[in-house]
């Protein structure tokens, strides 16, 4: 099987908050967000693999600062590590001012898996690494990959 590079799944969306997605205290429902951040994971993983994808985990997900109604919020996703069947997908939200200078308010790590028509896990694609931070990226993969393993033996 042929490896891909990073940037053939790379992956933006962008949304205007409105009244639907804040919560009581005036800021961005956090359930919201991971909506949108499980279905970028899931465009940018399908896009490595040219299959359907589950989510598998939530490995990480660390809220910086909230948002607030009418920010102009960016999600960018991208594959940091390829397994047998998973893919660990990078994703990174922002606000972005009129002027297009972004601040993070949140980093998440979601591990996908490639399925077949039966819901099997199936095999998918290497990843190509072309960048000294794509390496480093993988390197943090793999140890997070090292840790998730370890806690399911645990039985966490």
């Known amino acids: 099987m042929e ?20 919560n009581g205290h005036g800021r961005l429902f956090g359930g919201m967000l991971l909506q949108w951040i499980d279905e970028l994971a899931g465009i940018v993983s399908r896009r490595h693999c040219q299959r359907e994808v589950t989510t598998a985990a939530i490995d990480n997900l660390s ?22 069947s998973s893919m660990e997908v990078r994703v990174d ?34 990843l190509e690494l072309q960048t000294e931070t794509e390496r480093e990226e993988w390197n943090g993969g793999e140890k997070r990959y090292l840790l998730r393993k370890r806690r399911r033996i645990e039985g966490f």
């Not at 790379?10 to 804040?22: C, F, H, M, P, S």
Request: aromatic fraction near 10%; charged fraction near 30%; glycine fraction near 8%.
């Open 93 to 126: 939200t922002y606000i972005e001012d009129q002027y297009g200078m972004r601040r993070s308010i949140n980093r998440a790590y979601m591990v996908m898996v490639a399925i077949d028509e039966e819901g099997k896990a199936v095999k998918v694609p290497g």
């Open 3 to 22: 490896k891909k590079r990073v940037e053939e799944s790379r992956t933006e969306q962008v949304y205007v908050l409105r009244y639907k997605d804040i």
């Open 63 to 84: 809220f910086k600062s909230g948002a607030h109604l009418n920010d102009m919020i960016v999600l960018s996703g991208k594959l940091t590590y390829v397994g047998n």
